[in-house]
């Protein structure tokens, strides 16, 4: 109603076609401008950073890629609250953000 009331003129797309055609559209755009800007695989650092809640019952891992010439760009979310933070752990969720950076399914 809001947008209505600011512009009368303008329809809103439905929810269907936000989630679908419209976040696909948008996704593959981001995608083409990400591999754009980062360049060679071989100019790229691996980020991540862990975070928990105050009592520690949630955690999350967010990974991101930078090149030398780019801002850093975020590549995944964990949710690792079910895991212990073990060092096999870390490992093997940092290997398969490397093959999914490799893939270039970013």
Not at 25 to 50: I, M
Request: net charge positive.
């Amino acid at each position: 109603d809001l947008m209505k009331y600011l512009r009368p003129s303008f329809n809103l797309p439905s929810r269907k076609k936000v989630t679908t055609s419209l976040l696909l559209k948008e996704e593959e755009e981001v995608k083409q401008e990400l591999r754009r800007r980062l360049g060679s695989p071989a100019d790229l650092a691996l980020l991540f950073d862990a975070w928990c809640t105050k009592n520690a019952t949630k955690s999350v891992i967010n990974y991101s890629v930078k090149s030398y010439a780019s801002p850093s760009f975020f590549v995944r979310s964990v949710d690792a609250s079910a895991q212990r933070h073990t060092g096999a752990f870390i490992a093997s969720e940092t290997a398969k953000v490397i093959e999914h950076i490799a893939k270039q399914e970013f």
